[in-house]
């Protein structure tokens, strides 16, 4: 929902004699609408260079060097039955103009093939618009499970649609090592980038991406506004690398000797943690983490590198022998302030890279939390009081607590066939029944901060840990229609929200979603056909079903 909406008499038919004009800062965002236009219409119609000379039909896509709203990726959209006009002060905002045309129009126009016999409408409105968060966040884990990078760039698509603008990705995990880095070619070696055997995964789930490839997922977001935050997460939740690098590690612990699955990982551990985080008494830790995190920052633009800090078992470093007498010699008294002094050096490697540190919550589960490094940002996912916490020491906090903004967990019955993990705590007072559409909408990242704290929220996101929900349709199914929800949470303001209003208009957009082929969350569960007792006997028998209507790769 837009800041102001005005229905108007009319509408504005695209055709194919439409004219599209733009200031020239505004040509990508033109290009990225003729492009779009073509695909499903057909139609020709290439941008050209806005003068005083031109006509007053068509559809014009203006800079505005005083313009009035100065937030980020602010516009303002006036159609008309002779006219679409888009202004802002930039780029950014002429392309949020033109998702909201994308949006105003039929469904079809997802389409990636012509769409005969219908009238390319545009409803005559006047918006005035600007988002309510600068981080409007969704992050996908590559390393449980890996995606293509066309399945990363579809997710792209969608989000640009939706006008969000940061995707943080997760590269590394105890389940794999995802991206490439030269000066140490031993992390994608197969035993770091593939499963084992016994974790019985399909080949396409392993894999990582090479440079190349990572540059050209960064170039594709940058033409959607759309901002990448790479995540290389330690000390630990690093499996893959103290088993390519056993001289970094805490202990001799090495088995299995290769990567499994989340789930296989209980066989083997008996939890899901790698009980070998990293040795953060060695200079050499460093040293490796200074190789990997200048790499990153060269094939990331963006400010911030996460760097994880979660779930360290800090157990492994007690009782051993040198970890505690480097512990005594530094006056650390707790295996915490260890943690104190891991995050802190790795901090110092990122900002001397030029960028922003980003780390989860636990990082600031020690004793002097002002110690951390200034600069650091947190990304609070154990629930509302972190995203205080964080705030109220000064720290800039991007708020995705689990309850309601983890997509792996169960949106409603466990049992309605849908793959999802288990409804783990972190939530807020309000969360009672899942991560239901209703909760993730209700959701106020802002309730409870008083107005200090307020100017420390970044923003919001949705994460998506696919453990249990491996495919493609099934991490479909459990993020949409609910990543919508997230996506007007970090837009519109929040007295502009309203449930049952949203429910109107998300029944346009199921349609739309249809057309990108994009699943989503249906109540009643996924049955894609069924079976009469009859048909059930102790004879062996085939039964088939043509599900080809179905299945799809991106």
Same mark, same amino acid.
């Given at each position: 929902?837009?800041?102001?909406?005005?229905?108007?008499?009319?509408?504005?038919?695209?055709?194919?004699?439409?004219?599209?004009?733009?200031?020239?800062?505004?040509?990508?965002?033109?290009?990225?609408?003729?492009?779009?236009?073509?695909?499903?219409?057909?139609?020709?119609?290439?941008?050209?260079?806005?003068?005083?000379?031109?006509?007053?039909?068509?559809?014009?896509?203006?800079?505005?060097?005083?313009?009035?709203?100065?937030?980020?990726?602010?516009?303002?959209?006036?159609?008309?039955?002779?006219?679409? %006009?888009?202004?802002?002060?930039?780029?950014?905002? @002429?392309?949020? !103009?033109?998702?909201?045309?994308?949006?105003? @129009?039929? !469904?079809?126009?997802?389409?990636?093939?012509?769409?005969?016999?219908?009238?390319?409408?545009?409803?005559?409105?006047?918006?005035?618009?600007?988002?309510?968060?600068?981080?409007?966040?969704?992050?996908?884990?590559?390393?449980?499970?890996?995606?293509?990078?066309?399945?990363?760039?579809?997710?792209?698509?969608?989000?640009?649609?939706?006008?969000?603008?940061?995707?943080?990705? #997760?590269?590394?995990?105890?389940?794999?090592?995802?991206?490439?880095?030269?000066?140490?070619?031993?992390?994608?070696?197969?035993?770091?980038?593939?499963?084992?055997?016994?974790?019985?995964?399909?080949?396409?789930?392993?894999?990582?991406?090479?440079?190349?490839?990572?540059?050209?997922?960064?170039?594709?977001? !940058? @033409?959607? #506004?759309?901002?990448?935050?790479?995540?290389?997460?330690?000390?630990?939740?690093?499996?893959?690398?103290?088993?390519?690098?056993?001289?970094?590690?805490?202990?001799?612990?090495?088995?299995?000797?290769?990567?499994?699955?989340?789930?296989?990982?209980?066989?083997?551990?008996?939890?899901?943690? $790698?009980?070998?985080?990293?040795?953060?008494?060695?200079?050499?830790?460093?040293?490796?983490?200074?190789?990997?995190?200048?790499?990153? !920052?060269?094939?990331?633009?963006?400010?911030?590198?996460?760097?994880?800090?979660?779930?360290?078992?800090?157990?492994?470093?007690?009782?051993?022998?040198? %970890?505690?007498?480097?512990?005594?010699?530094?006056?650390?008294?707790?295996?915490?302030?260890?943690?104190?002094?891991?995050?802190?050096?790795?901090?110092?490697? %990122?900002?001397?890279?030029?960028?922003?540190?980003?780390?989860?919550?636990?990082?600031?589960?020690?004793?002097?939390?002002?110690?951390?490094?200034?600069? $650091?940002?947190?990304?609070?996912? $154990?629930?509302?009081?972190?995203?205080?916490?964080?705030?109220?020491?000064?720290?800039?906090?991007?708020?995705?607590?689990?309850?309601?903004?983890?997509?792996?967990?169960?949106?409603?019955?466990?049992?309605?066939?849908?793959?999802?993990?288990?409804?783990?705590?972190?939530?807020?007072?309000?969360?009672?029944?899942?991560?239901?559409?209703?909760?993730?909408?209700?959701?106020?990242?802002?309730?409870?901060?008083?107005?200090?704290?307020?100017?420390?929220?970044?923003?919001?996101?949705?994460?998506?840990?696919?453990?249990?929900?491996?495919?493609?349709?099934? %991490?479909?199914?459990?993020?949409?229609?609910?990543?919508?929800?997230?996506?007007?949470?970090?837009?519109?303001?929040?007295?502009?929200?309203?449930?049952?209003?949203?429910?109107?208009?998300?029944?346009?957009?199921?349609?739309?979603?249809?057309?990108?082929?994009?699943?989503?969350?249906?109540?009643?569960?996924?049955?894609?056909?069924?079976?009469?007792?009859?048909?059930?006997?102790?004879?062996?028998?085939?039964?088939?079903?043509?599900?080809?209507?179905?299945?799809?790769?991106?």
């Amino acid at each position: 929902m837009p800041v102001f909406l005005q229905t108007e008499e009319g509408s504005y038919r695209i055709t194919s004699s439409t004219k599209i004009y733009s200031s020239p800062d505004g040509m990508p965002a033109a290009f990225f609408l003729s492009t779009l236009l073509k695909q499903s219409t057909g139609y020709q119609l290439a941008p050209v260079k806005m003068t005083n000379a031109v006509s007053k039909k068509g559809i014009f896509l203006e800079t505005v060097k005083d313009f009035i709203d100065t937030a980020e990726g602010a516009y303002s959209l006036d159609v008309t039955p002779d006219a679409i %006009i888009a202004r802002a002060a930039d780029n950014t905002g @002429l392309f949020y !103009a033109v998702q909201s045309i994308r949006q105003l @129009l039929p !469904a079809s126009i997802e389409s990636k093939t012509i769409v005969k016999n219908v009238q390319w409408a545009v409803p005559a409105v006047q918006i005035k618009d600007a988002p309510r968060f600068a981080w409007r966040g969704y992050m996908k884990d590559v390393s449980r499970t890996f995606y293509s990078v066309d399945v990363i760039k579809k997710y792209l698509d969608v989000m640009a649609l939706y006008k969000m603008n940061t995707f943080h990705l #997760h590269l590394t995990d105890d389940q794999g090592w995802r991206i490439q880095i030269r000066s140490h070619p031993e992390l994608t070696s197969k035993k770091a980038t593939t499963f084992g055997e016994s974790s019985r995964q399909p080949s396409y789930r392993s894999g990582f991406y090479t440079q190349q490839q990572i540059k050209d997922i960064v170039a594709y977001a !940058a @033409l959607r #506004h759309i901002t990448i935050v790479p995540e290389v997460d330690v000390p630990g939740h690093c499996w893959p690398v103290v088993i390519t690098n056993p001289q970094l590690a805490t202990n001799k612990n090495l088995y299995p000797d290769y990567v499994v699955s989340f789930m296989d990982s209980y066989n083997y551990w008996g939890y899901q943690y $790698t009980p070998n985080p990293l040795d953060p008494t060695k200079e050499s830790v460093y040293t490796f983490l200074n190789d990997v995190f200048s790499e990153i !920052a060269d094939l990331f633009p963006g400010k911030y590198i996460h760097f994880g800090g979660d779930e360290v078992r800090h157990q492994f470093w007690e009782n051993v022998p040198h %970890i505690q007498a480097f512990m005594k010699v530094h006056g650390m008294t707790k295996v915490t302030d260890l943690q104190s002094y891991f995050v802190t050096r790795v901090a110092n490697i %990122i900002t001397g890279k030029g960028k922003s540190p980003i780390g989860w919550n636990d990082i600031m589960e020690i004793e002097d939390v002002k110690a951390l490094p200034a600069g $650091t940002a947190i990304m609070s996912w $154990t629930g509302s009081e972190a995203v205080k916490n964080a705030a109220k020491y000064g720290f800039k906090v991007v708020a995705n607590p689990t309850g309601p903004l983890y997509f792996d967990i169960s949106q409603n019955d466990l049992n309605d066939g849908t793959m999802v993990d288990w409804n783990y705590g972190g939530g807020t007072a309000e969360m009672e029944g899942g991560n239901t559409l209703k909760n993730v909408y209700a959701y106020n990242p802002e309730k409870g901060l008083n107005s200090e704290e307020c100017k420390y929220l970044l923003g919001v996101q949705a994460n998506m840990w696919p453990a249990v929900p491996q495919e493609v349709k099934d %991490i479909n199914v459990q993020n949409f229609p609910r990543l919508l929800a997230v996506a007007e949470t970090g837009w519109t303001p929040f007295s502009k929200k309203d449930y049952n209003d949203f429910l109107s208009r998300l029944s346009y957009h199921y349609p739309r979603l249809d057309s990108l082929r994009v699943d989503y969350y249906k109540k009643g569960g996924y049955i894609i056909s069924t079976w009469q007792t009859r048909q059930v006997s102790t004879d062996f028998a085939t039964v088939q079903w043509n599900v080809t209507q179905k299945v799809y790769t991106t």
